[in-house]
C-alpha cells in the first residue's frame, strides 16, 4: 500500500531523530555511506570515453541497496538526504539512478542541523539533485584515481609494492618534507638583548627592554658587543620620554569552521583530526538525551564559512543577556567575514540548541563527546559577547641614544574571555608579567642594573597536525571535508610519524616524496593543487566543464608519465644506496635497499646473489642473541608491525612465536608485575603501554627513563619537550622535574 513517502539518510544515527520529528508518514531509511564507487582492482576510468566512471556496488551494500529499493516502491515519494556536501550530492546521484525506473518521483532534500524545524524545511524545499556538485566529486574521484592508479606503480617498481601516492596527501608529505630539510639545514645565530632593571623616586621597581639605538633597529651579535654596549649605557641619565595608558579592544574569534575546530581541538583536547571529525559527526548526527529521544547537538561540521543564521544570533543575545548581563551584548551583532576561495555552503559549527548547555548534557555525553561540544559550545557564545577591554600602559625611557620600552596590560572588563580563554601556544616563551609603576615624562630613573642576555635564533617548528591543517587551508590545499583524510592517511602509509603531538617525516616517507618530486614536480606542487581545487569549484558553481578540466589535466601528466616509466632503472637507482661493505658470500658490494619492512642490506649481484641482512643501527630484522626463543630456542629478533616493535623468533615462519619488546621499564601499577613496551596507534602515533594489557591499562605518550625519580622514589621519568624549556625530565607520580637537558633516545 502506497501511503507514506521514503527519506533515505546517509547514517542510521540520523533515523531516529528524523522519525521523531516528521511522524508516521515517512519512512526513513540509510544507506549507510556510498553504495557504488570506482572498482577497486582497476582504474575504472574509460578515459578515451570523456573520463567517463565505471561505478560498480560496493561489496556489502547489495542488501542495503536491494531494501531501498523496496521501500521505494512502496513509497509515495523518495526523498533524498544524505549530507549537504558533495559527497552526499554523489551518494543521492547514484541512489537515484538505481531507483528512478521503480519511483521517479524523487526529491533531493538537505538539513544543515538535525533539528525539527530544520528537517521540515529541508523536506518542504525539497528540489532536484545538484549535478554541478555530483560532476565536482565525480571530478576529484577521477583525478585522485589517474593519479594514484598511474603513479603508485612507479612507486611499487622502483622502492616496493604496496606504496601509494596520493594526488593532496603526498602535497601535504612534501610540506613536511620540506619543513624537516629547513629545520636540517638550520644554523643558529647567535644574538644578544639587553634589559634593564629601573627604579623611581618611589623606590618602585620594574624592567625595560633595549628597544632603539640612535632610534634605530639593531642587532647585538655576541657577548662582547653587548658588554660594550652595557659599559657604555652605564652612568648615563635616565629620563622617562613618553608615559601613556590607552584604553585597548580585544574582539572574539568567530565560531568554528572545520580547518579551526580541529586546530583548536588538536590543541586543546590533544585530539587528531581524524577523531574530532568522527565525533563532531556523532554530534551532529544526534545523541540520545533521555526523554528527549536523539538529538542533534551541532550543525552541518564540514563548513568553511563563518556565517550564523540570524534566528541563532537571536537565541545567543537572549541567553547572554540572561546569563551575564546587559553589558555583555556586544553594541551590534557579529559579523564575520570568510576567507577568500569559501565556499559559503554551509554555516558556521555551532550549538543547533543554546540552552542545552554542555553541563546540562554532559551526563548523556561521553567524554569525548563532553569535550568537543563544550568548545563548540563555548566558541560559539563567545563569537557573540562583547569584546574584552584592557588598559595598556607603556613608557619609554631615554638614555641618550638608548631608547627601553616597558608594557603593561591590564583586563579592565573580560567580555568574551569570561567565557572563552585564550591557551598557551607549546612553543611560546613565557614573559614575566609586572605593574608599571604611575610615571610622568621628564621623570628620572635610577638603574639598578643591566641585565644582558644570550639568545639564539631558532628552527621553524615542526608541524602539528593544527599547523598543517593551518598551512594547507592557507594554500587552498584541500577542502574541510579533506583535512582529516588527508593527515591520517599519510600517517597509515608510515610516510609520517607522530612525536610528541608534532609530525616527523619516516626515512619512507623522504623516499616517495624524493622520487614524487624530482618526477613530477608539478602535479605535487603546492600551487598547481590549490589551482586544481579552484578548478572543482568552479565546477561546481557550474562556471566550468568537468570534462574540460579532467582533459587538461591529463594530457601533460600522461607525457610526464611516458617519460618517467622509461627512466625507471635510473629511479631505482635514486632509492638504494652504496656502502663499503662486502657480501660474505660472492664479494659482491653491499648496497642498502628499500623492502616492505624497511631498508635493508642486499647484495649488489642479484639475483645471482640473493644474500641480504639487517642494516646496522636499524632495529627491523636486528638478531638478539641473550634472548632466546619460549619454543625452539632460537634467537629472537627485533620486528616492526601495524602497532610498533615486537620480538620474532628468527625462525619465523618454521617457528611463529612472539614476545611484546620490552623498553626496559616496569609498569607502575601496583602489583601488576608487567612491563612497559611501545606500541602505536591506528593512527600511527607512538605510545608506552603494559605488556599486561587489557588486564593493565597503564599508558603513557611520553617515552619513560629507566631513572627512579630522587623526590618520589618512582622507578621511572618520562622525557619532555618544550620550547621554553628544552629538554627535560618529568615525574608522573609526583611532577617532579629535572631542568637539564637529557640525551635523546636514537630508537
Given at each position: 500500500m502506497v501511503d507514506k513517502n521514503l527519506v533515505i539518510v546517509e547514517s542510521p544515527t540520523k533515523t531516529k531523530a528524523l522519525?521523531?520529528?516528521?511522524?508516521?508518514?515517512?519512512?526513513v531509511e540509510a544507506s549507510v555511506g556510498h553504495l557504488k564507487d570506482l572498482p577497486k582492482r582497476n582504474l575504472g576510468v574509460e578515459i578515451e570515453n570523456d573520463f567517463a566512471p565505471r561505478y560498480e556496488i560496493i561489496k556489502g551494500k547489495k542488501k542495503i541497496l536491494t531494501q531501498l529499493k523496496s521501500k521505494s516502491q512502496k513509497a509515495k515519494a523518495v526523498?533524498?538526504?544524505?549530507?549537504?556536501?558533495?559527497?552526499?550530492?554523489?551518494?543521492?546521484?547514484?541512489?537515484?539512478?538505481?531507483?528512478?525506473?521503480?519511483?521517479?518521483?524523487?526529491?533531493?532534500?538537505?538539513f544543515n542541523e538535525i533539528t525539527k524545524a530544520a528537517v521540515l524545511e529541508g523536506i518542504e524545499r525539497a528540489g532536484q539533485i545538484d549535478m554541478n556538485k555530483v560532476n565536482a566529486q565525480q571530478a576529484r574521484r577521477i583525478l585522485d584515481r589517474l593519479v594514484g592508479y598511474k603513479i603508485s606503480p612507479i612507486l611499487w617498481k622502483t622502492v616496493f609494492k604496496g606504496l601509494s601516492a596520493g594526488r593532496v596527501q603526498s602535497v601535504a608529505l612534501r610540506i613536511i618534507c620540506e619543513r624537516e630539510t629547513e629545520i636540517e639545514n638550520f644554523v643558529p645565530k647567535e644574538y644578544w638583548s639587553i634589559t634593564a632593571h629601573l627604579e623611581t623616586q618611589k623606590?618602585?621597581?620594574?624592567?625595560?627592554?633595549?628597544?632603539?639605538?640612535?632610534?634605530?633597529?639593531?642587532?647585538?651579535?655576541?657577548?662582547?658587543?653587548?658588554?660594550?654596549?652595557?659599559?657604555?649605557?652605564?652612568?648615563?641619565?635616565?629620563?622617562?620620554?613618553?608615559?601613556?595608558?590607552?584604553?585597548?579592544?580585544?574582539?572574539?574569534?568567530?565560531p568554528y569552521i572545520t580547518s579551526t575546530l580541529q586546530q583548536d581541538a588538536a590543541r586543546r583536547l590533544y585530539s587528531s583530526s581524524k577523531k574530532t571529525m568522527m565525533i563532531a559527526q556523532q554530534l551532529y548526527e544526534g545523541v540520545e538525551l533521555g526523554d528527549k529521544g536523539s538529538v542533534g547537538l551541532i550543525t552541518y561540521m564540514r563548513t568553511d564559512s563563518p556565517r550564523v543564521a540570524e534566528v541563532a544570533k537571536k537565541s545567543a543575545k537572549d541567553f547572554i543577556e540572561k546569563n551575564f548581563g546587559p553589558d555583555y551584548i556586544p553594541s551590534k551583532p557579529r559579523e564575520y567575514k570568510s576567507k577568500k576561495g569559501a565556499?559559503?555552503?554551509?554555516?558556521?559549527?555551532?550549538?543547533?540548541?543554546?540552552?542545552?548547555?554542555?553541563?546540562?548534557?554532559?551526563?548523556?555525553?561521553?567524554?569525548?563527546?563532553?569535550?568537543?561540544?563544550?568548545?563548540?559550545?563555548?566558541?560559539?557564545?563567545?563569537?557573540?559577547?562583547?569584546?574584552?577591554?584592557?588598559?595598556?600602559?607603556?613608557?619609554?625611557?631615554?638614555?641618550?641614544?638608548?631608547?627601553?620600552?616597558?608594557?603593561?596590560?591590564?583586563?579592565?572588563?573580560?567580555?568574551?574571555?569570561?567565557?572563552?580563554?585564550?591557551?598557551?601556544?607549546?612553543?611560546?616563551?613565557?614573559?614575566?608579567?609586572?605593574?608599571?609603576?604611575?610615571?610622568?615624562?621628564?621623570?628620572?630613573?635610577?638603574?639598578?642594573?643591566?641585565?644582558?642576555?644570550?639568545?639564539?635564533?631558532?628552527?621553524?617548528?615542526?608541524?602539528?597536525?593544527?599547523?598543517l591543517i593551518k598551512e594547507l587551508e592557507g594554500n587552498g590545499v584541500g577542502r574541510p571535508s579533506t583535512y582529516a583524510q588527508i593527515v591520517s592517511t599519510i600517517k597509515q602509509r608510515k610516510y609520517v610519524e607522530a612525536k610528541s603531538r608534532k609530525l616527523f617525516p619516516t626515512e619512507l616517507g623522504k623516499t616517495v616524496n624524493q622520487i614524487l618530486v624530482k618526477n613530477f614536480s608539478h602535479i605535487f606542487e603546492v600551487k598547481f593543487t590549490a589551482s586544481m581545487?579552484?578548478?572543482?569549484?568552479?565546477?561546481?558553481?557550474?562556471?566550468?566543464?568537468?570534462?574540460?578540466?579532467?582533459?587538461?589535466?591529463?594530457?601533460?601528466?600522461?607525457?610526464?608519465?611516458?617519460?618517467?616509466?622509461?627512466?625507471?632503472?635510473?629511479?631505482?637507482?635514486?632509492?638504494?644506496?652504496?656502502?663499503?661493505?662486502?657480501?660474505?658470500?660472492?664479494g659482491s658490494p653491499m648496497i642498502i635497499r628499500w623492502g616492505r619492512n624497511g631498508r635493508f642490506l642486499a647484495c649488489s649481484a642479484f639475483p645471482k646473489c640473493k644474500n641480504t641482512k639487517p642494516l646496522p643501527g636499524e632495529e627491523n630484522g636486528k638478531l638478539l642473541p641473550d634472548q632466546k626463543c619460549d619454543l625452539c630456542g632460537a634467537p629472537m629478533m627485533i620486528k616492526v608491525g601495524r602497532f610498533g616493535k615486537f620480538l620474532a623468533c628468527s625462525k619465523y615462519p618454521d617457528c611463529k612465536f612472539t614476545r611484546p619488546f620490552s623498553i626496559g621499564v616496569s609498569c607502575p601499577q601496583e602489583g601488576c608485575g608487567g612491563f612497559l613496551i611501545e606500541r602505536r596507534t591506528k593512527g600511527g602515533r607512538i605510545f608506552y603501554g603494559c605488556s599486561n594489557y587489557p588486564e593493565c591499562k597503564f599508558a603513557t605518550w611520553d617515552k619513560p627513563i629507566n631513572q627512579p625519580c630522587p623526590n618520589c622514589g618512582a622507578e621511572f621519568l618520562v622525557e619532555k619537550s618544550y620550547k621554553a624549556k628544552g629538554e627535560y625530565l618529568k615525574c608522573l607520580k609526583c611532577g617532579y622535574e629535572e631542568l637539564q637537558p637529557v640525551e635523546k633516545s636514537t630508537d
Open positions: 522519525k521523531k520529528f516528521l511522524g508516521k508518514e515517512f519512512m526523498y533524498l538526504a544524505p549530507d549537504p556536501d558533495r559527497e552526499g550530492e554523489a551518494i543521492a546521484w547514484h541512489i537515484a539512478q538505481e531507483i528512478e525506473k521503480i519511483n521517479p518521483k524523487i526529491f533531493r532534500a538537505s623606590s618602585e621597581s620594574f624592567f625595560a627592554k633595549l628597544v632603539k639605538i640612535e632610534d634605530k633597529d639593531f642587532e647585538i651579535a655576541d657577548q662582547k658587543e653587548a658588554e660594550g654596549i652595557c659599559t657604555d649605557i652605564k652612568g648615563k641619565k635616565f629620563l622617562v620620554a613618553k608615559f601613556s595608558q590607552e584604553e585597548k579592544k580585544r574582539y572574539p574569534y568567530a565556499q559559503e555552503a554551509h554555516e558556521a559549527i555551532r550549538p543547533t540548541y543554546i540552552d542545552y548547555t554542555p553541563d546540562e548534557v554532559k551526563r548523556f555525553l561521553s567524554k569525548d563527546q563532553f569535550k568537543l561540544y563544550q568548545l563548540i559550545w563555548n566558541r560559539f557564545i563567545a563569537s557573540q559577547i562583547a569584546e574584552a577591554i584592557f588598559q595598556v600602559t607603556t613608557v619609554e625611557i631615554e638614555a641618550e641614544k638608548y631608547l627601553f620600552r616597558a608594557t603593561h596590560s591590564l583586563q579592565t572588563f573580560d567580555g568574551f574571555l569570561k567565557i572563552y580563554q585564550d591557551i598557551k601556544e607549546e612553543n611560546s616563551e613565557e614573559e614575566e608579567e609586572f605593574k608599571l609603576p604611575l610615571l610622568k615624562e621628564k621623570d628620572t630613573l635610577h638603574l639598578l642594573e643591566l641585565i644582558p642576555k644570550q639568545h639564539f635564533t631558532k628552527p621553524p617548528p615542526r608541524f602539528t597536525e593544527a599547523s581545487e579552484e578548478e572543482l569549484d568552479k565546477i561546481e558553481e557550474g562556471k566550468e566543464d568537468r570534462v574540460k578540466v579532467l582533459k587538461d589535466f591529463y594530457v601533460p601528466f600522461q607525457h610526464n608519465l611516458k617519460k618517467v616509466e622509461s627512466n625507471k632503472g635510473h629511479i631505482r637507482k635514486l632509492t638504494q644506496q652504496e656502502t663499503d661493505e662486502a657480501c660474505e658470500k660472492c
